[in-house]
């Protein structure tokens, strides 16, 4: 059972050279099989190619182990009356082999460290996302904290129509229940306690480096009372 052949790794296109020695015997039958010695051979090398293709070519040593772990005992061939007394399995491969197999182990560990980045960034959004909606307090101090070149004079607005669009489509959310505060205390507001708590926002502004902001929200105290404007509309009511 003298055989040299290529046999599949898991790399494609890039085999082991298989030297394979070993001896069979025949297994007294009224049905003796027709040609034993291409049976035997057969089914060494079904076992040999089912532990290679696994395997890569850097791995020639351990797959040449486990194939002589299973061939270096008697074996018998299944439906067949011949036995396998023994094989030997030699395993190598081209330079070029090893490495292509670097290369597609490296390809695989930059595929596997990119998946794991964007799963940990997609994390991130998804807890950050869960956390802003449920708390309006900390999606302004995340805004704050991370664009505060966005926040200009046209900012109340946007927030304003954001509310209302809120609103129209969850009439219960927290964003909506924090701006009819938010409306409640501000319409109460004296005079004066107005203007400190303009006088005070404009500080904070100028002191976080964005004074044409303080500015333009020191004007608001300038402008004329707008505090009885007309309350939050009240939400839809239920489909």
């Known amino acids: 059972m003298d055989t040299v052949c290529p046999v599949p790794t898991a790399v494609a296109g890039h085999p082991f050279t298989l030297t394979l020695t070993g001896t069979w015997e025949e297994i007294s039958s009224p049905h003796p099989h027709h040609n034993p010695s291409d049976a035997a051979t057969h ?28 061939l270096g005992q008697p074996t018998d061939i299944p439906h067949i ?9 030699d395993l190598t491969c081209e330079p070029e082999a090893l490495s292509a197999t670097t290369r597609l182990q490296r390809t695989q560990h930059e595929e596997e460290q990119r998946q794991a980045e ?13 956390t802003l909606m449920s708390d309006p307090s900390l999606a302004m101090a995340y805004w704050f904290a991370t664009a505060p070149d966005t926040i200009d004079e046209k900012t109340l607005p946007r927030l304003e129509e954001l ?4 609103a129209a489509y ?7 229940l924090l701006a009819r505060i938010l409306h409640t205390f501000i319409e109460n507001l004296s005079d004066e306690a107005r203007g400190h ?16 902001t303080a500015e ?8 004329p009372d707008n505090s009885k404007a007309a309350p939050l509309a ?3 009511p239920p489909l």
């Not at 009356?81 to 399995?89: D, E, Y």
């Open 118 to 130: 964007q799963d940990r960034h997609l994390g991130q959004a998804r807890a950050l996302q869960t």
């Open 216 to 223: 333009a929200i020191r004007r608001l105290n300038e402008q």
């Open 81 to 89: 009356p011949v036995r396998i007394a023994w094989a030997h399995a």
């Open 163 to 166: 509310h209302e669009r809120i």
């Open 43 to 70: 089914h060494a090398l079904t076992i040999v190619r089912s532990i290679t293709s696994t395997l890569t070519p850097t791995d020639s040593l351990f797959a040449a182990s486990r194939i002589n772990t299973v």
């Open 234 to 236: 009240a939400p839809p």
């Open 197 to 212: 708590l303009i006088e005070t926002a404009a500080g904070f502004t100028d002191r976080y480096g964005r004074p044409d």
């Open 170 to 176: 969850a009439p219960q959310n927290r964003w909506v």
